[in-house]
């Protein structure tokens, strides 16, 4: 939900519209993201970009569209986010969003015990890097 919510708060602080008809929902599994992506090619909107909640999300969508004769990046580009290692070896490699995860886990753990019995906790953002790979085409 957040990451979502990330990407409409880019939106709007961009002055960019969001079609809903462009937005599906999916698990983060690959099949349930090549189910989400096989509903939006057969609603014939055109697209020319995917970004994915997760790197799982980002292949599986990858896959459906290379089953589709869609050219991955000529045609889609297609982002994910976690800089799972995977992603580095698919092919086309995914261009992703990495967030270290390490950090975040000592973060989470460090405020959960400071919280005590209260168990209230405070988000904190933490910075993220673009992974520039193939699946955008600008590798």
Avoid: W
């Amino acid at each position: 939900l957040q990451r979502y919510e990330g990407y409409v708060d880019a939106h709007r602080r961009a002055g960019l519209t969001i079609d809903p008809e462009l937005t599906v929902p999916a698990n983060f599994e690959v099949e349930s993201a090549e189910a989400a992506l096989g509903m939006l090619l057969e609603r014939g909107i055109p697209f020319d970009g995917v970004f994915a909640a997760s790197d799982l999300i980002g292949l599986g969508v990858i896959r459906c569209l290379l089953r589709a004769g869609v050219s991955v990046p000529g045609d889609v580009s297609v982002v994910g986010y976690d800089n799972l290692q995977l992603a580095a070896y698919s092919h086309p490699s995914l261009t992703t969003i990495s967030q270290d995860m390490g950090k975040a886990g000592r973060i989470m753990v460090s405020k959960l015990l400071a919280s005590g019995e209260t168990g209230v906790m405070r988000s904190e953002r933490l910075p993220t890097e673009l992974i520039v790979r193939e699946s955008c085409g600008l590798a």
